[in-house]
């Protein structure tokens, strides 16, 4: 991300500086250290590249796997640039008479967030690129009214913000419609920084938006040093907050708003949550912010794990060393940027195995980056292998319910329906998985969810007219071959919306 009052040339690639908590120092840069290798591979790393062989940085990932971000074109001038699932890059290309772009978010319909200046050397605007590359100015007519883009939520609406009119002061939270049209969000609300696909904006100082209502977000000593940079689709928020030591700040992150110290690695002082994803896992940064000082470490968290250094879970002799992470998808998918045998590249890391599956009659949709489980019985599909006990596909729904905050949760399947086998299960290599798991109905409450994975309770709830979905992520260990799903005992008419299975 850009940071505010910089010129989009002058953002280029200020790894594990993109924000510091009010009342935060500067960012400085520090020494390249040598690569680091690891004992363990948890994931495949692929070198995304550069234009014309420059400088990249990559930003953000979306479930079909593109990913969008940034790279150099010559020494003063970047461009937004996006990776297709295969690795093609393409330049997304500028605003009339400007120079430099950046990409900053992307959607599953394929539309980018980002910045853009109108002249050289210029600052920056916000703006969004359709899915087939075309950009449109979001900036509105005001010359030097400075902003920028951060992040998209299904529909192509985009959230971000830029300074008042008089161009004084710190950027305002501001949420772009479909058609480009601009809502404040309200006052004392500066750069919106991520949304989600229920409509909830978070931005800083730390605070959750949604349709008007604002929720504070207190930092990890009770105070309001903090930012949030991003939401799940469950309304987990994470960011980085202030610490009670003054010379330290720490990723952090919120559950039902309150704070949860990620921590940081190597004992550097300074850390923050860029990402995070539906299953709970976290991704960011961990950076001194002096010279000398080691240098930067990009980091993952998830459930049940302590905060680890990406670069010691990649293979032995990659030639990495990961500076930043800035994006993660529901597929566990991580993008951002490191320096690949001396070279400053985007990259992105797919774990060895992951398994997302939405449960649906074969005639709907599927969702972007998951494989459909229509009832059919265990057997392989889709280069998995996974299914029920017996054939369950009269049990499947889709509601079409605008009520669902996504196609998602808008499928099921009912687990005790008369004959329904009530079991499912996926193949997989023996070892530990992170698995969540999500039940609900937008149009019925008539359910108690007791669903466990492995014997382990998942997920736990009772709908209400306000509370239809309930969701857990658990870490379970496979010795045979297959992770098990299955109703929990106190289960009444229980439904199972989607999986996600990452390799942890």
Avoid at 47 to 59: P, Q
Avoid at 156 to 180: H, K, N
Avoid at 270 to 294: H, I, K, W
Avoid at 419 to 426: K, N, R, S
Wanted: charged residues 15%; negative net charge; contains cysteine.
């Amino acid at each position: 991300m850009m940071r505010r009052g910089m010129t989009v040339a002058a953002a280029v690639f200020a790894v594990g500086a993109a924000g510091t908590v009010p009342g935060g120092s500067p960012a400085l840069a520090a020494p390249a250290p040598a690569a680091l290798a690891a004992p363990a591979a948890r994931y495949a790393v692929t070198d995304l590249g550069a234009l014309a062989g420059g400088v990249s940085g990559a930003n953000a990932v979306n479930n079909a796997g593109v990913v969008v971000g940034v790279s150099t074109v010559d020494s003063l001038r970047q461009h937004a640039v996006r990776w297709s699932a295969n690795g093609a890059i393409t330049d997304l290309g500028l605003l009339p008479g400007g120079a430099s772009s950046s990409a900053l978010a992307v959607n599953d319909a394929g539309q980018v967030a980002g910045v853009a200046d109108r002249s050289d050397g210029g600052f920056g605007y916000p703006v969004r690129w359709s899915a087939a590359g075309a950009i449109t100015d979001l900036g509105g007519p005001i010359t030097n009214r400075l902003g920028e883009a951060d992040g998209i939520d299904p529909a192509g609406r985009v959230v971000g913000g830029q300074r008042p009119a008089d161009s004084e002061g710190a950027p305002v939270g501001i949420r772009y419609g479909t058609d480009g049209a601009p809502t404040e969000l309200g006052a004392g609300l500066e750069l919106a920084r991520g949304v989600n696909a229920r409509g909830q904006i978070v931005g800083g100082p730390a605070y959750v938006w949604q349709a008007g209502r604002v929720t504070p977000l207190p930092d990890l000593t009770g105070g309001r040093s903090a930012l949030a940079f991003a939401i799940n689709v469950a309304g987990v928020v994470v960011g980085v907050s202030a610490t009670a030591d003054p010379a330290a700040q720490h990723a952090v992150r919120w559950a039902g708003g309150v704070p949860t110290d990620i921590g940081t690695v190597d004992g550097i002082s300074y850390s923050e949550a860029r990402a995070v994803n539906s299953a709970g896992q976290v991704v960011g940064t961990a950076d001194g912010r002096c010279t000398p000082c080691a240098a930067p470490r990009a980091w993952i968290w998830q459930p049940g794990a302590p905060i680890t250094a990406l670069d010691t879970l990649l293979p032995a002799g990659s030639g990495w060393s990961l500076r930043a992470a800035d994006g993660i998808n529901d597929r566990g998918q991580i993008v951002g940027t490191g320096l690949h045998n001396g070279a400053r590249h985007g990259y992105l890391l797919t774990p060895r195995f992951h398994a997302n599956i939405n449960f649906q009659p074969a005639t709907a949709p599927v969702p972007t980056g998951y494989a459909a489980d229509t009832g059919a019985a265990f057997g392989p599909r889709a280069g998995l292998t996974y299914g029920w006990a017996a054939d369950s596909t009269a049990n499947t729904r889709d509601r079409g319910d605008p009520a669902a905050p996504d196609q998602r949760y808008d499928t099921l399947i009912h687990l005790q329906k008369p004959g329904a086998p009530g079991t499912w299960e996926l193949a997989v290599p023996a070892g530990s998985y992170l698995v969540h798991a999500v039940a609900g109905d937008p149009g019925f409450t008539d359910s108690v969810y007791r669903i466990s994975v492995e014997g382990v309770p998942a997920v736990t709830g009772t709908p209400t007219g306000t509370t239809h979905w309930f969701e857990g992520t658990v870490r379970v260990q496979v010795t045979d071959g297959r992770l098990t799903v299955t109703t929990g005992a106190g289960a009444v008419n229980a439904k199972l919306d989607y999986l996600d299975v990452l390799g942890a």
